[in-house]
């Protein structure tokens, strides 16, 4: 079990890694757009794909598949009587969520269609670490705040 542990918690790094780079990475290519740089419009719309499909998305699968099999483990001890579980389980839900707006926005920078600037990325940027820092904390303490 402690295996499946240091793999999930690997690919939980990796996403979150993504989840803040490829935000930032929009912010940097809505400049670009706003430049008229077309060269660093199709390298950052390259950048972004790849981030999506090759890094995020194989690593939040690795980390929920993962992440569910310790919590089929211990099934009676984490989900039945333990509320720290569910509220980290709805924190994950809107992460996932979060990953799904995030390639949303990849596929209207791919078809040139961003709507929103600099700023807006700037802020969408922070959202994460508004998951990630009750989660850590939940699972630390193994119990609500």
Avoid at 13 to 23: D, K, M, Q, S, V
Avoid at 62 to 68: D, N, W
Avoid at 91 to 101: A, C, K, R, S, T
Avoid at 102 to 130: H, I, S
Wanted: glycine share 6%.
């Amino acid at each position: 079990m402690l295996w499946v542990k240091a793999f999930h918690i690997m690919a939980v790094i990796t996403w979150f890694a993504g989840l803040f780079y490829l935000p930032r990475l929009f912010v940097y290519h809505t400049l670009a757009n706003a430049e008229g740089d077309k060269t660093g419009s199709e390298r950052f719309k390259i950048m972004e794909r790849k981030l999506y499909r090759g890094i995020m998305t194989p690593s939040m699968v690795v980390a929920l598949v993962l992440g569910l099999w310790m919590l089929v483990e211990r099934w009676d001890t984490y989900f039945r009587a333990a509320s720290w579980m569910h509220i980290k389980l709805t924190l994950i839900i809107l992460l996932i969520g979060y990953h799904h707006v995030c390639g949303a926005y990849v596929k209207k920078f791919a078809a040139d269609a961003n709507t929103r600037g600099d700023k807006f990325y700037r802020v969408f940027n922070e959202l994460p670490v508004f998951v990630m820092v009750p989660v850590v904390i939940l699972v630390v303490l193994k119990q609500p705040f």
